[in-house]
């Protein structure tokens, strides 16, 4: 994207109070390097060994979110540095990460990923069990994660009104639960919906975080980032 343009964006998105995340996989430290020249310093990533030597080498001030299928065993390399870890699918993620939180002695930001799309692969908690989650007497025990709020993906589909009525569920769980558990919690505030293809829809329907690759960084090569490039 061209720099006119990406400045664009932000001011867009600036204005309209929703978040920009910077999805940078695939991408090579020089890609993000030149985004984060432009002033974006919210990146990112859906694997651990992807995210590990991009905050090793790149800029201390990047705010790194952890936006892909987290496995437990995973969860110690990234709690020392991780800003913000999105896609919490399970309550055993969320014990992983508070014990190793505290261990680190910090509190991860995290939002519950919604599972909203009509697809079977995609990760995901249905709203019953979020609320076994929030209902669950050793969650309000957990000190050292803060629950900001949700985070979805719609199905991959041109049809625009299935996306719609996705981000649409979502933010109506959203509404729910903040109202049922979260109503003087002025921190859980976080919508996470909205890619590249569908984020024009999300934002209409309240996203507050935009989780933007290929508009920002162009088509995925279709090859991995590996250290090397470093
Ligand atoms: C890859 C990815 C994105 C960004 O997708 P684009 O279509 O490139 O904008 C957003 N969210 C998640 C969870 C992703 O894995």
Redesign the pocket.
Known sequence: MHTADFQRLRTNLQEKKVELIA?S?FKSPVQILDVYAQGQRIF?E?KVQDLLPKYEYLPKDIQWHM??HLQKNKVKYIVPFVAMI??VDSFALLLEIEKKAAKAQRVIDFLFQMYIAKEETKYGLDEEELLAILDNPDFKRLRHVRPRGV?G?ATQTDDRKVVREEFRALKKIFTRVKERYFSTDALFKEISMG???DYEIAIAEGSTMV?????IFGE?PGRVFTIGEL
């Open positions: 999805v996989k990112a859906n936006i892909g999105q896609s985070m993906m890619m590249s293809g989780r933007l690759g290929t508009v995925r």
